[in-house]
């Protein structure tokens, strides 16, 4: 009964219905709290992602003459953000993430630049994110416990192997939440503590990586992650107890030699 010309007494489609354009409706309007965008196609864009995609604009001063620029990194799909690459470093970046939060239809977040700071507890808005990526960030402050409630997500990666310093405190029992991850890198922070005992509730997971950290110890249950996933956790402050028959990658001058372990 969506078609515009929908007829209760029909009793077979015939191949006659008529629907409206994707955030139209059938008087050729857009739905309330959506705007046709003229000047760029002529389609209904979401009015909140608009709005958002101008501030996101603004970051870059004369760099990208609109938010439909190619370099900008916003992927559109029916008239609302689903995804933000970003690979330039803006002119402005203090509230970059508050700003790309506001996205709220996110799928994808993929950042390789520096200087993002700390991580907005309003990431735990973006239920449908599937992938979170930072590559060479210089971050800070601890991961917001909001974000393990995204269950989505399939791939997670914190990478760095460039910058000093890094996300600190440590992971909790609520990773287990994540139960569609099959890929995990957390590298080059300053995460410390134990690999809680619900990271084998990973039974997606294909790669686990958490070199160059200090976490102090692993669960007896870390072997229940599944027979094919890589893992890599060299780079730590794990002493050869934690040398259990899965880990492949042990390098002991790498982990419980450091000098730095809490």
Known sequence: NSACNYDLNATKDDGSCTYAEINYDCEGNCFDGYTELNWYDGACYYDEDISTAGQFQALYGSLYENFFANGLGLTWHEGKVI?????????NQNNILDIIFKFK???EIDIMFKNIGSIPSTIGELTNLTKFSTYNCSMEGTI???????VNLTELSFFNDYTEGGLSG?????IGNLT???????TGQELTGAIPNNISNLSKLKYFDIWDNKFTSLPESFCNLPEDCEIYVSGNCLSEEYHYDC???WDTDGNYLQTNCP
Do not use: M
């Open 144 to 150: 917001p416990s909001e974000f393990w409630n995204l």
């Open 105 to 107: 239809s996110l799928l």
């Open 170 to 174: 440590s992971i909790p029992e609520e």
């Open 83 to 91: 995804a933000v690459f970003i690979g330039v470093q803006p002119v």
């Open 180 to 186: 569609n991850l099959d890929y995990l890198t957390i």
């Open 247 to 249: 880990i492949d990658d």
